[in-house]
């Protein structure tokens, strides 16, 4: 594994882990959907909610399999870099079929006014609420819009998620800073 890779997953390792207690838990990727809810003013009572929280489970849980080594719904920095070595390095249709529903989900909060498009604004306010930094979370919306058509989608994050977990490969500097 290369140094940038581990490195990568360092550091989103430590984004996930929002409580910073050293692990990565369900609470942690609930309380990440909740940060997000807040950000669009979406009520927790929602449809909408009830869907991200519950991506945010499925997210944990199949990251979960390929990581909780000793199984104890806890995940340590050291099996999340070893795991992510192991099952996620180089299985990008793996990682797709653990992320996509929380990426659809995410997207579907993203798009306050519901309009089935998600602007370069719209992914802001979300790149804020999950802990990127104001100056970055302006940038990366054009970045990540590999149409260029002012829009983006699932697709699109999800493309750029796999890359991040599965490739070892350098990504663009802003990728790798942002943790996404």
Do not use: C
């Amino acid at each position: 594994m290369s140094d940038g890779y581990q490195n990568r997953l360092a550091a989103r390792f430590d984004a996930l882990d929002r409580d910073g207690d050293g692990a990565i838990t369900q609470a942690d990727f609930e309380a990440m959907a909740r940060e997000i809810l807040a950000s669009a003013g979406e009520p927790s009572t929602s449809a909408r909610a009830r869907r991200l929280i519950e991506a945010a489970r499925t997210f944990f849980e199949g990251l979960s399999v390929h990581t909780d080594i000793n199984m104890d719904g806890r995940i340590v920095k050291d099996e999340f870099l070893d795991a992510a070595d192991i099952s996620l390095r180089g299985n990008p249709r793996g990682f797709h079929q653990i992320a996509q529903p929380w990426a659809e989900a995410v997207i579907e909060i993203a798009d306050r006014d519901q309009d089935g498009l998600v602007t370069h604004d719209e992914w802001a306010i979300t790149l804020l609420a999950v802990g990127v930094d104001e100056e970055l979370a302006e940038r990366l919306p054009g970045l990540i819009d590999a149409d260029g058509d002012g829009y983006i989608t699932a697709k699109e994050i999800l493309n750029l998620a796999v890359d991040f977990y599965t490739e070892d490969q350098a990504l663009r500097p802003e990728f790798e800073r942002a943790g996404v």
